[in-house]
């Protein structure tokens, strides 16, 4: 995630939705826990409670994938309010083999090596139905599903949802590729009607929240 005093932004960073791409185009609005990658690689490496310790900005900086609810309720009250949000959004099925190649092909992925186990996406749903299936949706609505970014990007839509909101802050829209997933084929071939459905299942929340199509 990222905080910028200066141009009164919060960006929560749902993984595999260009996430490190956002923060390389806006880290230099940041204060030095975001704006510096040193700092920021040492302190999310460090106890949790060391950032606490510190400061609420390195408590922030110190999660990288941290939900809106808890930004809020690490930040100074009314804070969070007061600040311009936003979050982008994918499709769960193309998030879902994204997220399946991207830990196949990463050593730093905590999940690499179980994800070299499987031999297909079909297994790997069957992993993530039974540890940690988050909903997208987790990162950018409260318990009660109430929307506490001020804006939602798409994925999809990726070039011209972060130009609008790069210009909701009066910054330049210069995006560059980074942390992407290499994979020659489209996401719909991994699927068999099995997977493609369990998926459904597994996210239903984010496909009724987010606007996606089962």
């Known amino acids: 995630m990222l905080y910028s005093q200066e141009k009164n932004f919060v960006f929560v960073h749902v993984w595999k939705t260009a996430g490190e791409s956002i923060v390389e185009s806006f880290r230099q609005y940041c204060g030095v826990l975001f704006r510096s990658r040193v700092a920021n690689k040492l302190l999310r490496e460090s106890p949790e409670f060391v950032g606490r310790s510190i400061s609420w900005r390195a408590h922030l900086a110190h999660g990288q994938h941290l939900m809106a609810r808890d930004i809020r309720n690490i930040m100074p ?44 996406l079909k297994e790997y749903v069957a992993y993530r139905e039974d540890h940690f299936p988050r909903q997208q ?29 790069a210009s909701d802050l009066g910054l330049p829209a210069d995006l560059p590729k980074r942390n992407v997933s290499k994979r020659s084929r489209d996401w719909r071939s991994y699927y068999d009607d099995e997977t493609y459905d369990r998926v459904a299942k597994l996210y239903r929340k984010d496909i009724e929240l987010l606007g996606y199509h089962a």
Not at 83 to 111: I, L, M
């Open 77 to 120: 009250a009314g804070l969070y309010d007061s600040t311009y949000s936003f979050g982008f959004v994918r499709n769960p099925w193309d998030w879902t083999v994204s997220a399946y190649e991207y830990a196949r092909q990463t050593p730093a992925n905590p999940e690499h090596k179980i994800a070299l186990g499987f031999d297909s």
């Open 137 to 165: 949706s987790s990162f950018l609505f409260d318990e009660n599903d109430v929307q506490m970014v001020t804006r939602i990007g798409r994925f999809e839509n990726l070039g011209d949802d972060f130009q609008a909101i």
